[in-house]
């Protein structure tokens, strides 16, 4: 749900631009505002997770999400809509962090990697269905006001999953009460402000009116980086430890690859739809039944690859690279040259098989990344992860566009010279995780399987689950 309010709102810029009679740069803030605050709370909410109880601020930022959708919905002119949208980014990024933890505090071994592919599949499709969603809710909801059903959807989904959430999730305490690194949040705050404005604002002239911000973010991050390594030199407990990226294996480079993999990902949803609203005259709905088949392909592939990543570890995201990078780079071929009225069919069977191939690239790699994280360390790890991934995602969702639009200026608007160019595009950024991926897997591709935990283990953790608050 938080992942799917990324993208689903995009479709209905126009109709909400009409009915609330705004501007163009105030409507960009519905959705780039919720990017930046979700982005921004990931890593402070993980910490806060791991200090005070993961269960908790699950709950309570899903509570916080489901009102502040209310309120968006309800939204009688832009200034609240926007505001009501930042809050609900902030609840999104508080959410976020606590599914991966809670993952690695109550799962081992294969159960571990069954559960990081359940989740990964969720990642993939509401990363991938945004657009189809949203389509099919507009179409749904005829009239001008047709747009608040976007936000309302998350009321009942919401309510379902905090009752479900408060029956299911065991009370596990978090152990002794920890004080937040401040100057931490502080710095890695105002670091990733700084990289992000420019990159969620590109379309208004962001990259050449803010392009002082990123050299300016580069130092806030390097002070960040040099403050949680005296913090952990003097045994605090930093908001990032430095150790995950020194001392965790395969997290460094699970992280870089899972950001590269993004800026690609991330980028190539928009063009299509610009590509097949725009050049075709497709309906927002039709627009998104077209990549429809590569979120089918992740779906399957991701809860296969949660069972396959013990047995074939890096090598396996590796593979998966390779079907993306083939299956996107097949489909702008054919985008590039298929006949008029069947471009989308024809197109069909490449992502699929693009879609199989992210399946295999976005859990595995979340299940290698976090494996040998420590458990006290859970919800800032993941929180470090998302953060990288919706920094590449930022990037991808600048770049990809602007470039389909530079070549749609330079060829007298051939939309199938800038699809092809653009999606082509996005496999630089493949080839770059894949080279990350191929790195890790020669440095340790023969990885230990997952550890194995014996059913007596296993089975005495949940009976101090139950014994500790009597959660499922």
């Known amino acids: ?63 916080g999400f489901v009102l502040c959708s209310a309120a968006a919905g309800a939204a009688p002119t ?51 269905v945004g657009p189809i969603v949203g389509g099919l809710i507009l179409a749904l909801a005829q009239g001008t006001q047709g747009w608040r059903w976007i936000f309302y959807v ?69 002070c960040f980086a040099r403050w949680e390594g005296r913090v952990a030199r003097r045994d605090g407990r930093p908001l990032l430890d430095p150790r995950l990226l020194t001392g965790t294996r395969g997290y460094a480079l699970g992280t870089t690859l899972g950001t590269l993999y993004f800026v690609g990902f991330s980028g190539v949803w928009l063009v299509f739809a610009l590509f097949f609203q725009n050049g075709l005259g497709y309906t927002p709905l039709l627009s998104g039944l077209a990549v429809t088949p590569f979120a089918v392909g992740s779906a399957a592939a991701a809860v296969i690859s949660g069972r396959l990543v013990e047995r074939f570890g890096r090598l396996l995201t590796a593979c998966g690279l390779l079907g993306v990078i083939a299956g996107l780079g097949a489909a702008a071929l054919i985008l590039r040259s298929a006949p008029d009225g069947r471009e989308a069919w024809l197109a069909a069977p490449a992502l ?24 006290r360390m859970a919800g800032a790890a993941g929180g470090a992860l998302q953060t ?60 230990r399987p997952l550890q194995q935990v014996p059913p007596a283990t296993a089975e005495t953790a949940r009976h101090a689950c139950r014994k500790g608050g009597g959660g499922r």
């Open 352 to 375: 699929f098989v693009g879609g199989l191939g992210s399946g295999c690239v976005i859990s595995p790699n979340i299940t290698m990344t976090l494996r040998d994280v420590q458990v």
């Open 154 to 222: 998350n009321i009942p989904v919401g309510a379902l999953a905090l009752v479900l959430g408060l029956r299911l999730l065991p009370r596990i305490a978090p152990g002794r009460r920890e004080r937040l690194d401040l100057p931490g949040v502080a710095l890695l705050g105002a670091g990733v402000l700084a990289v992000m404005l420019p990159l969620v604002f590109a379309e208004s002239g962001g990259l050449t009116r803010l392009w002082w911000l990123f050299p300016v973010g580069a130092v806030l991050l390097a």
């Open 78 to 128: 832009i200034t609240w809509l926007v505001v009501a949208r930042l809050a609900q980014g902030v609840c999104a990024g508080c959410l976020a962090p606590q599914n991966p933890a809670l993952i690695q505090q109550m799962f081992r071994g294969a159960e571990r990697g069954r559960a990081f592919g359940l989740f990964g599949a969720v990642v993939g499709i509401s990363s991938a």
């Open 1 to 63: 749900m938080s992942l799917l309010d990324v993208t689903i709102v995009a479709v209905a810029l126009p109709s909400l631009q009409r009915d609330l009679n705004t501007s163009p740069a105030a409507v960009q803030w519905v959705v780039s505002g919720y990017a930046l605050t979700f982005a921004l709370a990931l890593v402070p909410a993980g910490r806060l997770g791991d200090a005070v109880g993961r269960r908790r601020i699950f709950l309570a930022a899903l509570a």
């Open 388 to 447: 990288g991934q919706r920094l590449g995602a930022a990037v991808g969702t600048a770049a990809l566009p602007g470039l389909f639009y530079l070549v749609l200026a330079h060829t007298g608007r051939d939309y199938r010279a800038a699809v092809a160019l653009a999606v082509g595009s996005s496999l630089v950024a493949m080839l770059a995780a894949l080279a990350v991926a191929l790195l890790d897997w020669r440095r340790d591709g023969r990885r």
